[in-house]
């Protein structure tokens, strides 16, 4: 919605813009949290959501840092 509202002297420009933002949220962000699952070994445990999520970022970083970068993301 943003980049349709931009004004802009380049439309294709702006279109190459956005498909960097999906791209980055969807391929880099994705794999990232999706490796983290398999290689922790969170994947097997009885949890879900956010909550697997954090868990493997706790078990891969820190048990102080972990969290916080998923709060961030």
Do not use: H
Request: hydrophobic share 50%; with cysteine; charged share 10%.
């Amino acid at each position: 919605m943003a980049a349709a509202s931009a004004q802009t002297n380049s439309c294709v420009r702006q279109g190459l813009i956005s498909m960097v933002g999906t791209f980055l949220d969807t391929i880099v962000i994705c794999s990232m949290t999706g490796l983290a699952l398999v290689l922790t070994g969170v994947w097997s445990m009885d949890i879900e959501g956010a909550k697997m999520t954090t868990e493997a970022f706790s078990l891969g970083l820190n048990e102080g840092f972990g969290p916080i970068i998923v709060a961030i993301g």
